[in-house]
T-cell receptor
């Protein structure tokens, strides 16, 4: 069965410190992986997807098929990065998106 | 450009009353449509998704139902609400294939 885990419910870091939000998945195949973000009083929105191989707002995420992980990283956290982050997967030809439980990132001044 | 509208934004209903949450998408045709429930610590739970008019897939057996009477309209309903139906409901759409675009959500409180 498809499953996404995010071991940390809450992650607090100081401004300027590196941040890594962990995401692991279980899936027998090659899924598409996404990171979604929800800032305070805003709707849930896409941050990045693994097939784009982009850096968005300084964040990157590398798909590690051997470890079935898709951790989100940023070298220097900013206060405006404080938000709820969700990791999600989708079968390349499927319709369902499976989300993890989310990690709340708090960047302290 | 594409937009998604979801209403009402907040709703307070007594136990046993009916429910209707509505979602419409503009600026695209034949989208995939989704209803999720967002709960603290549990992430987003997929409730229903639809790939076309009248085509509804249910992911979780429960007190809710969904309908898609028009191409860009998705409705979440209940005949009799339970206390456990309280939560934050999100509508979303996607292209095939593609990312999800979410509405602003509807907070339902059942008293």
């Amino acid at each position: 069965a498809q499953r996404v885990t995010q071991p940390e419910k809450l992650l607090s870091v100081f401004k300027g410190a590196p941040v890594e939000l962990k995401c692991n998945y279980s899936y027998s195949g090659s899924p598409e992986l996404f990171w979604y973000v929800q800032y305070s009083r805003q709707r849930l929105q896409l941050l990045l997807r693994h097939i784009s191989r982009e850096s968005i707002k300084g964040f990157t995420a590398d798909l590690n098929k051997g470890e079935t992980s898709f951790h989100l990283k940023k070298p220097f956290a900013q206060e405006e990065d404080s938000a709820m982050y969700y990791c999600a997967l989708r079968h390349p030809y499927g319709q369902n998106f499976v989300f993890g439980p989310g990690t709340r990132l708090s960047v302290l001044p | 450009s594409q937009t998604i509208h979801q209403w009402p934004a907040t709703l307070v209903q007594p136990v046993g009353s009916p429910l209707s949450l509505e979602c419409t998408v503009e600026g695209t045709s034949n989208p995939n449509l989704y209803w999720y429930r967002q709960a603290a610590g549990r992430g987003l739970q997929l409730l229903f998704y639809s790939v076309g008019i009248g085509q509804i897939s249910s992911e979780v057996p429960q007190n809710l139902s969904a309908s898609r009477p028009q191409d860009r309209q998705f409705i979440l309903s209940s005949k009799k609400l339970l206390l456990s139906d309280s939560g934050f409901y999100l509508c979303a759409w996607s292209r095939r294939p593609g990312e999800l675009f979410f509405g602003e959500g509807s907070r339902l409180t059942v008293l």
